[in-house]
């Protein structure tokens, strides 16, 4: 299992947009399965919506990136490397994912030609899959 500062040695995101607490399966080059745990003091709460508080789909879509990214930073050749989030095809939410929930995000590459690539997303809460989607990335060299 991976910890914050473990992630934070393999991808460049921080505070507040780094979404992943904690990483509890990793297959470097091909797969990754995180965790979220969705807390009540988020500050996108504030906002999304203060009197019905919703995790944003967008934002769980990015945590299927980041997951995805583990996976593929991770590998030696990518050290230094960053993955930019390029498209989301077949996106689908199935369900609200509010305070409370922890959510995992299972993530694996699919495709990879070059710089570019994708992967496959899905976002569980307990046994409910409440979020999915195909990703599409592109890898720079900052």
């Known amino acids: 299992m991976l910890d914050r ?62 997951t995805g990214a583990v996976a593929l930073l991770s590998l030696p ?4 490397k960053i993955a930019l989030f390029a498209r989301a095809d077949d996106v689908r939410f199935r369900r609200p994912v509010v305070p409370g929930d922890t959510l995992r995000f299972e993530t694996r590459l699919t495709e990879r030609r070059g710089r570019i690539g994708k992967g496959e997303g899905k976002t569980f809460v307990g046994s409910d ?6 990703l599409t990335f592109a ?4």
């Open 5 to 66: 500062a473990q992630i934070e040695a393999i991808l460049p995101h921080r505070d507040p947009f780094l979404w992943l607490d904690r990483v509890i399966e990793l297959v470097p080059g091909e797969s990754a399965v995180a965790e979220k745990d969705v807390l009540a003091t988020e500050d996108v709460f504030r906002g999304h919506f203060p009197d019905y508080p919703v995790f944003p789909g967008v934002l769980q879509l990015e945590a299927m990136a980041q």
């Open 77 to 80: 050749e990518m050290k230094g």
């Open 139 to 142: 890898i720079a060299e900052p």
């Open 129 to 134: 899959l409440v979020c999915s989607g195909t």
